[in-house]
C-alpha cells in the first residue's frame, strides 16, 4: 500500500516569516502534486513536479521534488495571510490511482 | 462557464431520506471521481468512473450509489446514511488515466457539506 506522509501536520506562523513542510513516502510517484485548500472549498492544484529532483517556483513558493521520486517539498517565503490553507502533497503512478497524504494546515497570522 | 461545480453546497439530511449529490465539470476531461473528507482524515477515494464506466468503489457502503450518464455529469445519490457519514463530499475530474501518458491532475469541486442528523 503506497502511502504519503506530510509534515508538520500544524504550522502557526506570524507574516513575513519563511516555512517549508515535507511531503514523504517510502514509494515512487511518476508525478506529485500540490494542492491548497481554504475552508469550505475544494483543493485547488498549484503544482506537478515529475522529474527526480525538479524545481518549481509560483511567486512566493517553490516546489521540489526528490531526486528518487519518493518526497517533496514546498516553501514559502515571506508568508502573507492569504497563504493560509491546507496544504496536500498527492502522487500518482501511470494507469493507478492518487495517494493523498493527511495535509500540513498552515495558519498565517497578520 | 469553466472548471467543475458541485451542488448543492451544502445539505443537511435525516437518516430516512433520500437525496442527491451532483457534479458537472466543463474541462473536456473523461475520468470524474468522488472523494470523502472528513476531520482529521486523509481524503478518501469512493468512486472513479473512466468514460461513463466504474474503474473504481473502494468498498463504499450500498448506501451510497453512483451514476455517471456521459462525460461532464457524476452524481451520488444518498440513501438511509448514518451520522458518521456526515463529511465534505468532493467531485473532481482529470484525462482518462488509463492511457497512462498522463502526469496526473486532478480538478476539483467547491464540494458538498453534508451533515446527517
Known amino acids: 500500500t503506497q502511502l504519503l506522509e506530510q509534515s508538520p501536520q500544524f504550522l502557526s506562523i506570524q507574516e513575513g516569516e519563511n516555512l517549508t513542510v515535507y511531503c514523504n513516502s517510502s514509494?515512487?510517484?511518476?508525478?506529485l502534486q500540490w494542492y491548497r485548500q481554504e475552508p469550505g472549498e475544494g483543493p485547488v492544484l498549484l503544482v506537478t513536479v515529475v522529474t527526480g529532483g525538479e524545481v518549481k517556483k509560483l511567486k512566493r513558493l517553490t516546489f521540489q521534488f526528490g531526486d528518487a521520486r519518493k518526497d517533496s517539498s514546498l516553501h514559502i517565503t515571506a508568508a502573507q495571510p492569504g497563504d493560509t490553507g491546507l496544504y496536500l502533497c498527492?502522487?500518482?503512478?501511470?494507469?493507478?490511482?492518487?495517494?493523498f497524504g493527511p495535509g500540513t494546515r498552515l495558519s498565517v497570522l497578520p | 462557464e469553466t472548471g467543475v461545480t458541485q451542488t448543492p453546497r451544502h445539505l443537511v439530511m435525516g437518516m430516512t431520506n433520500k437525496k442527491s449529490l451532483k457534479c458537472e465539470q466543463h474541462?473536456?476531461?473523461?475520468?470524474m471521481y468522488w472523494y470523502k473528507q472528513s476531520a482529521k482524515k486523509p481524503l478518501e477515494l469512493m468512486f472513479v468512473y473512466s468514460l461513463e464506466e466504474r474503474v473504481e468503489n473502494n468498498s463504499v457502503p450500498s448506501r451510497f450509489s453512483p451514476e455517471c450518464p456521459n462525460s461532464s455529469h457524476l452524481f451520488l445519490h444518498l440513501h438511509t446514511l448514518q451520522p458518521e457519514d456526515s463529511a465534505l463530499y468532493l467531485c473532481a475530474s482529470s484525462q482518462d488515466l488509463r492511457r497512462g501518458e498522463d502526469t496526473g491532475e486532478l480538478f476539483f469541486g467547491e464540494g458538498s457539506r453534508l451533515t446527517v442528523l
Open positions: 474541462l473536456g476531461h473523461n475520468a
Open positions: 514509494s515512487v510517484f511518476s508525478s
Open positions: 498527492a502522487g500518482y503512478n501511470y494507469g493507478q490511482n492518487f495517494v
